[in-house]
């Protein structure tokens, strides 16, 4: 009876275990295929990487060796008495001696190269290959990552082969968080058992037994919550994936799956992404103590993190050097060097320098060209127009001069926006929004819509131009009290800021003094209407820009992105083009996606644009913006100071010879700011052009234009003698007189109302 029943549960026991055994092979099965899947084929969602333009240096180009070392650090390239690794550099009187980073350029990849530059009186004459002692004709620095934009799920991460860790990192790793991880098959027996003794003995748990294939599994396929059976499916997918993939592919995982913290509602995975975030360089370019910051982190992100908890962080930090230590990784000398060493974590504020502001332009620009195909790519690169001198020269200007404004003025919420353009292709290389670019808000460059006051005055004067045979820069304009009435039956009464009338004045001189009674009598005798026609040939709508008097004195309302387009015309000698902020557009596969190449339409003849400028030259030399001008004088700055009504919005423009720069400072409130264009806006393209060295804006008269004196009376003289105080030179279109001077007694044309 007893042999009976032995052998009725023993056999019920073999159909037990193996209906155990095949539920257990199946669930194997599952757990495998759904390993695979999602390692083989759907794995991470990239997030998009912005990075800045991509920046070309040749002998002879247009970079001081000072604007270069600042390009330098902006890369966060680092500054060494000795050359060892990419991204250092090292300065003496006449050369820059640099490791240039390798980079996956979107014509391909470069590999990282050893350089010299020399320079000649601060100007690069040669760039010198110092790996095979050649020279190089040009080149390319690796931009600069911008920001990055994750997907819906929060999470962002740079993926970096197994290869492209350094070995000390790897070493560190193991040493700290699991010695045998070349050993065992994805699960340590010994530690789990430790783990186990040592909790029951605690009474709470006190130790984790995990390998870092348990924790890969954990944190790609289970949640923190603490059962029993999620630590089953931890070990038995630590086993089949031990069993599938290879250790360094493993390990290759981790480095970049590894949780290192949250940037807001973005979450930092891998080493790659957490060494820009907390150092501002690549993961190859830390330091030893930098290395076991991070490595110490991967215990506890949140507890550890060195912004929030920074002694706890650094304690950290100790505790894993000394286990270096003991495991004979260090000795005692470094010890006690490394641990004395600060965290020099970047603040929170710097993370990838990343400029808000523009970045919406950026996002914008990204919709318009691939629409809703973008969710489609994972970790495409975006080559932007960012100009990191130009940004960087901006925000400092900004924080100096807003501060003393508010102060001066004893307002506290004063504000301001600046756009700056490449003057020929429009190319948007630097955007702020607020008066504090490291805070996203409100976007004013594109977003504040104000009146641009006298900033329309060259659109009048060069509406006139473009007729030569009514109107030259030595026109006589009356200059008498009127009065105006308007379609509604009100009178309309201009008056000049100063509250006086000199009877007629000079084209010249009324758009180089901002006189608003002879601006409006242009604007009369050209016709409304064709200044309309200019503005709407210029970029604006129906809707923005009307038939009324006041136009001429600049009622119309305008962002400061839409006056850089408007003035963006006028600076490239007549040509629109759109404005931009993405080159390019790559996967991470390396295909181009997009690449922008400019078109240009002409929209006013070169001869109408030339005679504008040496007009706007003139408001800077003896104008509303002579302050400016006597600071630069061997510049030749084109600008014009604009202030609308009661002291409300104070703008400026200034164009040099590489660079259109759109300034305004006003209050969201609309109330004035007791500033004029020339104390508000100008001191702050004034502040940034002493950290930006502008290029001399050179003009060459166009075809049919001659230079030509011209007397008090605004008569031409063709005389070679020129009496001081009598005769000025200006440039005249002879657009329908070839041989102007045979008529000696050419006089300027007067317009009276």
């Known amino acids: 009876m007893l042999k009976v029943n032995f052998k009725f549960n023993f056999v019920v026991l073999t159909k037990l275990f193996s209906v155990f055994l095949f539920f257990m092979l199946m669930y194997g099965f599952f757990l495998y295929v759904k390993i695979s899947l999602f390692i083989n084929e759907r794995m991470w969602k990239f997030p998009i990487s912005i990075y800045s333009r991509i920046i070309t240096l040749k002998p002879g180009c247009n970079y001081t060796k000072k604007e270069i070392i600042s390009i ?29 980073r390798s980079f996956n350029f979107p014509d391909g990849n470069e590999d990282k190269v050893f350089v010299k530059l020399y320079f000649d009186n601060n100007a690069l004459t040669r760039i010198k290959n110092l790996n095979n002692n050649s020279n190089f004709s040009l080149l390319r620095l690796d931009p ?18 197994r290869k492209c860790y350094p070995k000390i990192l790897i070493d560190m790793l193991l040493t700290i968080e699991d010695r045998y991880f070349y050993d065992h098959d994805g699960i ?14 605690a009474g709470y748990t006190i130790q984790g037994g995990s390998t870092l294939t348990q924790q890969l599994v954990k944190n790609l396929f289970l949640t923190n919550a603490r059962s029993f059976w999620r630590k089953i499916n931890e070990i038995y997918m630590a086993l089949i994936m031990d069993w599938k993939y290879s250790k360094d592919r493993i390990l290759e995982l981790y480095l970049n799956e590894v949780y290192f913290g949250q940037d807001g509602n973005k979450q930092i995975r891998g080493f790659p992404l957490a060494s820009l975030y907390y150092f501002g360089r690549p993961i190859n370019e830390l330091s030893f103590d930098q290395y076991a910051l991070l490595v110490g982190m991967v215990k506890g992100a949140s507890l550890y993190n060195p912004w929030n908890h920074p002694k706890i962080a650094l304690n950290r930090r100790n505790i894993v050097i000394y286990a270096l230590l003991k495991r004979r990784i260090i000795n005692e000398n470094s010890y006690q060097f490394l641990v004395k060493k600060p965290l020099k974590v970047q603040s929170r504020s710097d993370v990838f320098l990343s400029k808000n502001a523009f970045i919406q332009i950026v996002e914008s620009e990204l919709k318009r060209k691939l629409g809703n195909q973008v969710k489609r790519f994972s970790g495409i690169k975006i080559f932007t127009t960012l100009d990191l001198i130009s940004q960087s020269s901006a925000e400092k200007a900004v924080k100096n001069v807003i501060p003393l404004l508010k102060k001066e003025k004893k307002l506290k919420d004063l504000e301001t926006a600046v756009v700056i353009i490449d003057r020929f292709n429009g190319e948007i290389q630097s955007l702020l929004g607020s008066s504090n670019p490291k805070v996203l808000g409100y976007n004013r460059a594109i977003q504040a819509r104000r009146s641009i006051g006298s900033l329309s005055k060259p659109i ?16 006589w304009i009356a200059d008498n009290p009127i009065s105006i009435q308007l379609k509604n039956g009100t009178i309309w009464k201009p008056r000049n800021s100063n509250f006086k009338f000199s009877k007629k004045v000079m084209l010249i001189d009324a758009l180089t003094h901002s006189i608003n009674v002879p601006t409006v009598n242009l604007s009369l005798q050209v016709g409304l209407e064709q200044i309309v026609k200019t503005w709407i040939r210029f970029g604006l709508s129906y809707n923005q820009v009307f ?6 004195l600049g009622s119309i309302n305008l962002t400061p992105i839409e006056v850089a387009k408007v003035f963006q015309i006028i600076a490239s000698g007549g040509n629109r083009s759109n404005l931009s902020s993405i080159q390019t557009i790559m996967t991470k596969e390396g295909y181009i996606l997009y690449n ?18 040496y007009g706007m030259q003139s ?11 006597s600071l630069f004088k061997s510049y030749s700055i084109a600008g014009k100071t604009g202030t609308t009504n009661n002291l409300i919005d104070s703008w400026f423009v200034g164009i040099d010879g590489k660079q259109v720069v759109i300034v305004w400072v006003g209050r969201d409130n609309n109330e004035s700011t007791q500033l004029y264009g020339s104390s508000g806006a100008m001191r702050v393209y004034r502040n940034y052009l002493k950290f930006n060295n502008p290029k001399p804006l050179v003009l060459v008269p166009p075809l049919d234009v001659s230079i030509l004196n011209v007397n008090s009376k605004g008569n031409i003289s063709c005389s070679s003698k020129n009496s001081v105080g009598r005769y000025r030179y200006l440039p005249i279109w002879n657009k329908f007189q070839k041989a102007l001077c045979i008529n000696k007694r050419f006089k300027a044309f007067e317009l009276f109302q």
């Open 72 to 100: 330098l650090k902006g890369m966060r390239y680092r500054y060494v008495s000795v050359l060892k690794n990419s991204g250092e550099f090292f300065v003496e009187k006449k050369n820059i001696t640099l490791i240039r």
């Open 144 to 161: 600069q990552l911008i920001t990055i934009l994750p997907f819906s799920n929060g999470e962002q991460r740079i993926f970096l082969s």
């Open 188 to 201: 340590n027996i010994y530690s789990i058992v430790r783990a186990l003794l040592a909790n029951i003995s």
């Open 460 to 475: 009048t004067y060069l509406t006139a131009l473009s007729h030569p045979e009514k109107f030259g820069l030595n026109t």
């Open 547 to 552: 038939v009324i008097p006041s136009i001429a």
């Open 596 to 613: 922008n190449f400019q078109k240009f339409t002409k929209m006013v003849p070169e001869q109408v644009v030339y005679l504008t400028l």
């Open 619 to 629: 408001v800077v030399r003896n104008g509303t913006a002579k302050q400016l001008g």
